[in-house]
Each structure stands twice: as structure tokens, then as C-alpha cells.
Nanobody, 121 residues
Framework: QVQLVESGGGSVQAGGSLRLSCAAS????????ARWYRQAPGKQRELVAA???????DYADSVKGRFTISRNNAKNTVYLQMNSLKPEDTAVYYC???????????????WGQGTQVTVSS
């Protein structure tokens, strides 16, 4: 069953912006640590950004200063704001999260279905 629902991908010209969303599909769990990965054609999947349950963030060097990961715990949703997009940002973007059913019941490393981001020059 789908547990993480992604949205917000699309096509944009270089220099443009997109915001990706990753929402929990049910209220029976919350998002603990959440991450965004991306995979370009012919390349390995790479970690783009991560956010802890407390809001601490970390970014790949290639997106620092351009991308911002954030979360709305009330909506059980994580976002990736992408600004100053470049053609090399073109990839399928995946949400990944540890799902917390209770303090002692965490399902790690759950993936969303992916959303395509295409940046044209």
C-alpha cells in the first residue's frame, strides 16, 4: 500500500522554481526522519536533503543555497522547495521517511513512488 504520496513535480525552465510535497497517506503514523533523493537517467540515486523530526536539516553540496527542506508536522507533510533550478537537477525525486507508529514502533526507510522534475535550458 502507498504510504507516502508525492506531488509537485513538473517541467520548468532553468532558473525557475518547484515545490515538492510528501504526505503521509494515513494518520496512523507520523513522519520521523524524512529525506528527498533523486535519480537521473543512468546515474545512481543520490541523497538531496534530509530533515529530522526536530527540524534539523542537511543538504547535498550541489543543492545548498538553492533547495530548502521543511516539514509541517500538523499536516504530516515534508516539502522540498527548489529554487534556481538547473538542467542538471532533472531527475525523478523520491521521498523517503522513517514512519513512526509509536515511540517504540518505527518503520524505517519507506519510499514514495517518485515524481519527475525536468529542467530545460
Amino acid at each position: 500500500q502507498v504510504q507516502l504520496v508525492e506531488s509537485g513535480g513538473g517541467s520548468v525552465q532553468a532558473g525557475g522554481s518547484l515545490r515538492l510535497s510528501c504526505a503521509a497517506s494515513r494518520s496512523t503514523f507520523s513522519l520521523n526522519v524524512a529525506r528527498w533523493y533523486r535519480q537521473a537517467p543512468g546515474k545512481q540515486r543520490e541523497l538531496v536533503a534530509a530533515i529530522s523530526s526536530g527540524g534539523t536539516t542537511d543538504y547535498a553540496d550541489s543543492v545548498k543555497g538553492r533547495f530548502t527542506i521543511s516539514r509541517n508536522n500538523a499536516k504530516n507533510t515534508v516539502y522540498l522547495q527548489m529554487n534556481s533550478l538547473k538542467p542538471e537537477d532533472t531527475a525523478v525525486y523520491y521521498c523517503n521517511a522513517d514512519l513512526e507508529y509509536s515511540h517504540y514502533d518505527i518503520e524505517p526507510d519507506v519510499w514514495g513512488q517518485g515524481t519527475q522534475v525536468t529542467v530545460s535550458s
